[in-house]
């Protein structure tokens, strides 16, 4: 694996997915109750890439910095500073953030000297939380799998759409498409709403949709206040010790986010233009034509590890200037 899980002072590595490292202290004490080091963990973003469930190499130059700094960009908006209600997330309590004059993160309290200095600005210091084991997707746009099961069916994870809306239309509303969070090495599984209930129960999967479409919009419209679409996102969630839903690991970023330019969606011209995101779709398409999936990928070539960096850069300035 390109940039693996590094060796951390003061933390223990526990787990890793295609992106984020997770550590908890060395003193933790798993399961045991009360406030304390052992609620503490650090989420770490690493400069991989991944497109059809393998890592690649090489990774992405300053994604995980990019990554994290939007993160808590948007933990932040939601948080209250954009006018709104306080949405609860898992960043520890004083986990501030402020933005430099340069754009990059800044954290202005004790937290910091709990980052190690090997993965700073990559970094969050977070409560634990009990995961829910759902992607709470939202879609406000028809493209990727949604317009594919569209086309052979008139639906988007079997929920039925109007006819004739083509690859990249609005939607009449947002629509809330959960997936099963599968176990390392498998594929999420699209799931209805009713295998939700089943899931989390029927309060819960409420709650769940409710609050994902509710973040939805109101990312959308700061979205579109910088002359950008959000296509689609998904969320996660976990309880904290009192039982509260909350937003938990990246949020509204580049690797969970579709973002299109709002005036080249207007503006027509083949759904490529019109669609081209700021995200890894360079890497998926450069990667679709070069490779029939059998064995092991091929290595990106540097132009299109700069370009899709180019993306990333792009999409943070936009959204935080």
Same mark, same amino acid.
């Given at each position: ?6 060796? &951390?002072?003061?933390?223990? @590595? ?41 890592? &690649?190499?090489?990774g992405i130059p300053g994604k995980g910095v990019l990554l994290t700094t939007l993160s808590l960009w948007w933990f932040d908006q939601l948080a209250g500073a954009d006018g709104g209600e306080r949405v609860p997330?898992? &960043?520890?309590?004083? @986990? ?50 949604? *317009? ?103 949020? &509204? ?11 080249? *969606? ?29 064995? +092991? ?23 935080? +200037?």
């Open positions: 694996m390109t940039d693996a899980p590094v060796d &951390l002072p003061g933390w223990t @590595h526990v787990y890793s997915g295609k992106v984020r490292d997770l550590y908890r202290p060395e003193d933790a004490r798993p399961g045991a109750g009360g406030p304390g080091a052992d609620e503490r963990m650090l989420v770490v973003a690493s400069d991989r890439v991944s497109a059809f469930d393998h890592v &690649l190499s090489p997330n898992h &960043l520890a309590p004083s @986990h501030v953030l402020t933005l430099g004059a340069d754009g990059e993160a800044n954290t202005a309290d004790d937290l910091v000297d709990l980052i190690p200095a090997a993965v700073a600005g990559r970094a969050m210091v977070v409560r634990s939380l009990d995961m829910l084991p759902i992607e709470c997707v939202v879609r406000g746009y028809l493209t990727g799998s949604g *317009w594919k099961e569209y086309q052979a069916s008139g639906t988007v994870c079997g929920i039925p759409l109007p006819a004739g809306l083509a690859d990249g239309d609005r939607l009449p509303q947002p629509i809330f498409t959960p997936a099963y969070k599968a176990p390392m090495g498998e594929h999420d599984e699209n799931i209805s709403f009713a295998q939700a209930e089943e899931l989390v129960g029927a309060e819960r999967a409420a709650k769940l949709r409710d609050t994902s479409l509710a973040i939805y919009r109101r990312a959308a419209a700061t979205a579109e206040a910088h002359g950008l679409i959000l296509a689609d996102t998904k969320f996660e969630f976990g309880l904290d010790d009192d039982g509260v839903l909350t937003l938990a690991d990246e949020v &509204l970023t580049s690797d969970s986010s579709r973002y299109w330019d709002a005036s080249a *969606w207007a503006g027509g011209g083949t759904p490529a233009e019109r669609m081209a995101s700021f995200d890894k779709q360079i890497v998926r398409d450069w990667l679709s034509a070069h490779w029939d999936g059998a064995g +092991a990928p091929p290595e990106l070539p540097a132009e299109i590890v700069e370009r899709t960096a180019d993306k990333y850069r792009e999409l943070l300035a936009r959204l935080t +200037a």
